[in-house]
């Protein structure tokens, strides 16, 4: 099987702007986790999509969004981008809700300027 | 207030020996347990995992081991070889427990040197 894929892989923007992110899980996956990773907090959830539903949220503040279409697919979207935002965004996804294991994506890289 | 530590940033150990990267968590609700592996510029590679109703699992050259008494997990690798250099992290969930709350927690991750 594929595993799971996201796009870009790398991103520019500045501030104010607003970014979509693309992931595509593994193949017969519902569940779509993202995590943003930066070098002060280290990995962090941010969401998490089951069957087009938001299941949990992390500790982000509202400008960070995403969705889940029918395929599983899932985009994130950061508005009013600030430079602090500027960090590695790993998707992940998994056959199930509830406990089990997820694989991740290779991550977009978005620079704020 | 961080709720899984990873205690040390990193770990050199000469190839053929064992590594035993260590983890510390304080909620208790946590039931579920992985471990990845990183590479720069690459997503975290799922290693191993463990339920909190076990207190070892083993794959190949992985083995991880759980104390839910002292809120502690070890992965342990034997025989360490070159291309295990990379940052481990340390996850934990609780997901089977916290109705729903499937978020994984991460430490701050290791990163493993193997010595030639």
């Known amino acids: 099987k594929a595993g799971v894929t996201q796009t870009p892989r790398y991103l520019i923007k500045t501030r104010g702007q607003q970014v979509t992110l693309s992931c595509s899980p593994i193949s017969g996956h519902r569940s779509v986790s993202w995590y943003q990773q930066t070098p002060g907090q280290g990995l962090q959830f941010l969401f998490e999509?089951?069957?087009?539903?938001?299941?949990n949220k992390g500790n982000f503040p509202g400008r960070f969004s995403g969705r889940q279409f029918s395929n599983s697919r899932s985009e994130m979207n950061v508005s009013t981008l600030e430079l602090g935002d500027s960090a590695l965004y790993l998707c992940?996804?998994?056959?199930?809700?509830?406990?089990?294991?997820?694989?991740f994506g290779p991550g977009t890289r978005l620079t704020v300027l | 207030d961080q709720q899984v530590k990873q205690n040390s940033p990193s770990l050199s150990v000469q190839e053929g020996r064992i590594s035993i990267l260590n983890c510390d968590y304080t909620n208790s609700m946590f039931d579920y347990f992985l471990w990845y592996k990183k590479y720069p510029a690459e997503g975290p590679t799922f290693l191993i995992s463990?339920?909190?109703?076990?207190d070892k699992n083993e794959d190949g050259r992985f083995t991880v081991f759980l104390n839910k008494s002292a809120k502690h997990l070890s992965l342990h690798i034997v025989p360490s070889q070159p291309g295990d250099s990379a940052v481990y992290f340390c996850?934990?969930?609780?997901?089977?427990?916290?109705?729903?709350?499937?978020?994984?927690?991460f430490g701050k991750g290791t990163h493993l040197i193997i010595q030639p």
């Open positions: 463990i339920s909190s109703i076990k």
């Open positions: 992940a996804s998994k056959d199930r809700a509830g406990v089990g294991t997820q694989y």
């Open positions: 996850a934990a969930s609780a997901g089977a427990s916290g109705g729903g709350a499937d978020g994984l927690t």
């Open positions: 999509y089951f069957s087009e539903t938001q299941r």
